[in-house]
């Protein structure tokens, strides 16, 4: 279930004989691996290298790559946009991420339990987590978030007059786009109610006996029981949100807006490269972020021997 | 797929001292029944009430779109789905039919290529394998915008941009490495002695992977293409790179330069095409439901 357990469990060798010479099988390896292997180079690592060349270059895609050394690499520090567009990112993931898992759980929370109709309730708060990232959604949520909005025809019910354009506001127009994506919390949620089915009984009514409050066992058994999955959704859900693009896209019309409030890295590093036909200043935009989610995930896979638990644990 | 099935009744269950304290008066039970229903009913109509609006949105009149929170109308029309279709200078009978094609050429690309790649990882033993299961994670990880800039400039070279090749093609040369994982997962699981007496029956590797290993493969199969299909369906970002001239363009191109040009007068047909860009993803999560929620459950998988 998660990364770390993904390696090949030790494996009892066969009683038949195997065909072909030794332990390995390397020929037919090879004849199920090439369209994997062809597409690792031409697809993942050719790209990767050439980006990794580009991003030391100046080119608009007309004339000739011209090497320029780090002179991307020093724009981007005093390039402001470049600035704004890591501080709404960052914003993003620092607020979206934990917001993300605590309503995860505590929906899932709330669906563990013997509950009818819990077939339908699990695909009802899943399904939007499938439309999240549709630019139909994202348009929709144009609508509830502008001026004449849903969100702002019922702020209106309760006496909330003229709040004005959630979209349309600086202030306000990141907040938005959390909630698009917080909407398709689903996936996340679903792994989470996985989790929590195969937590043991006996133990929390063991510590019910002992009289440790709901709260307490939640705390005490049940997370720290869940620890693997939560590592697992705050590394996928870190990873997808500093990759996040369509929403905000849509929402802000491409621009990032109003006043680059939206200004995703992403957004910025698509407008750089493909409107502005900056291609090496966004191949090297791309190999910080790669390089900054890379040390993350490092960060993240080290710190948790601390604080995640295998049950395999003594 | 644990998930439906954990903690089995026991049948007769020895009396626990602490069972008096653990059974609470059954009135206080119900009552916390209906509470917790009830919570989740709000959340699920907070959640749903927009697209359930923008649903009966899409059967209003022009001037009655946003008449306010009402998913209900006095009257209702098809006229919005009428227009819908070819709205200004678009046309979405074209993009929905461009959306199936690259829809059904990502889905073959990868069911083909990622279990013929978790076929060796499962069940072959190589040189360097564990190095080489790492590069699937690895790649699992890898932000898509590092090699966007590079691949562009690769297929632009390769004439491929404007077509749909640069969307389909690589998915049969394996790059989605989520679904790589996924079935690797899931042929782990299976046993290994149906290969042998398949092996013994005279199966070469093909002769299992093809009448062993798929057949019994299909819960990780129909999750990989369920998954293949909403986002491919959902992408906005390749085929905006790639598919500039509007013969091409995908619904989401389609809603999102419809989006762009729409005043209040259009609102209605562009909630109609949404509704109808959406209505795919619906059928195919209710055709599959428990096979997608019990596949995400069980491989982790977003």
Not at chain 1, 175 to 183: A, K, P, Y
Request: aromatic share 14%.
């Amino acid at each position: 279930m998660t990364l770390a357990t993904a390696t090949e469990p030790p494996v009892a060798l066969p009683t038949a004989p195997r065909r072909g010479r030794g332990r390995t099988q390397l020929l037919p390896a090879l004849a199920f691996l090439t369209p994997w292997l062809v597409g690792m180079v031409l697809f993942t690592f050719g790209p990767m290298l050439y980006s990794l060349y580009l991003s030391f270059t100046r080119y608009d895609l007309l004339s000739n790559p011209e090497w320029v050394g780090l002179q991307n690499y020093a724009l981007m520090g005093s390039d402001p946009r470049f600035w704004k567009s890591v501080g709404v990112t960052l914003t993003y993931v620092v607020v979206f991420v934990p917001l993300l898992q605590v309503v995860s759980m505590l929906v899932a929370l709330l669906l563990n339990s013997r509950l009818r109709f819990l077939t339908g309730y699990r695909a009802l708060f899943y399904l939007p987590s499938l439309m999240g990232a549709s630019v139909a959604v994202a348009a929709l949520w144009r609508q509830v978030f502008g001026a004449d909005g849903l969100v702002n025809a019922v702020l209106g019910l309760v006496g909330i007059e003229n709040v004005g354009s959630w979209v349309g506001d600086p202030a306000r127009a990141l907040g938005t786009i959390i909630t698009l994506n917080l909407w398709a919390f689903g996936s996340t949620m679903i792994i989470f109610l996985a989790g929590l089915r195969q937590v043991p009984r006996e133990l929390l009514e063991a510590a019910e006996v002992d009289g440790a409050s709901k709260i307490r066992r939640f705390f005490s058994i049940t997370l720290p029981m869940m620890t693997p999955l939560v590592f697992f959704n705050v590394l996928m859900g870190t990873i997808n949100a500093f990759q996040s693009f369509t929403g905000a896209y849509v929402v802000s019309g491409g621009s990032g807006g109003p006043v680059d409030s939206t200004l995703f890295y992403t957004l910025y590093l698509y407008e750089r490269g493909f409107t502005q036909l900056q291609m090496g200043y966004a191949s090297a935009m791309a190999w910080v972020l790669l390089i900054v989610l890379a040390v993350v995930t490092g960060i993240f896979f080290r710190s948790s021997r601390y604080w995640v638990h295998y049950g395999d644990e003594s | 797929m644990t998930t439906t099935l954990s903690a089995p009744p026991q049948p007769t269950r020895v009396p626990r001292p602490w069972d008096a304290r653990t059974q609470r008066p059954a009135g206080n039970r119900v009552v916390k029944g209906v509470i917790k229903h009830a919570v989740l009913l709000c959340v699920l109509l907070i959640m749903l009430y927009p697209l359930l609006w923008m649903v009966g949105a899409s059967f209003r009149p022009g001037n009655q779109t946003f008449a306010g929170l009402s998913l209900f109308s006095d009257t209702y029309t098809l006229q919005n789905y009428a227009d819908g279709w070819s709205v200004g200078n678009l046309n979405f009978s074209r993009y929905f039919v461009n959306s199936a094609i690259i829809t059904i050429g990502q889905i073959v690309g990868n069911l083909v290529a990622c279990s013929l790649t978790a076929y060796a990882f499962a069940r072959l033993e190589f040189p360097f394998k564990r190095v080489l299961f790492g590069m699937v994670i690895a790649t699992m990880l890898l932000p898509q915008h590092v090699t966007l800039i590079p691949k562009y400039i690769i297929f632009n070279q390769m004439g491929w941009v404007d077509t749909y090749l640069p969307l389909t093609v690589p998915h049969f040369f394996a790059v989605d490495a989520f679904f790589i994982f996924l079935m690797v997962q899931f042929i782990r699981t299976l046993p290994k002695s149906l290969d042998e007496s398949a092996r013994i029956d005279g199966c070469g590797h093909w002769g299992i992977f093809w009448r062993i290993i798929m057949p019994m493969s299909l819960p990780a199969i129909g999750t990989t293409a369920m998954f293949t299909f909403v986002w491919a369906w959902n992408d906005l970002l390749g085929p905006l790179l790639y598919l500039p001239s509007s013969d091409l363009w995908t619904v989401s191109l389609g809603l999102n330069s419809f989006l762009d040009q729409t005043g209040q007068s259009t609102y209605g047909t562009l909630f109609a095409m949404a509704t109808l860009s959406l209505a795919p993803i619906v059928g195919f999560f209710i055709a599959s439901q428990r096979l997608l929620v019990e596949g995400i459950a069980t491989t982790g998988l977003k």
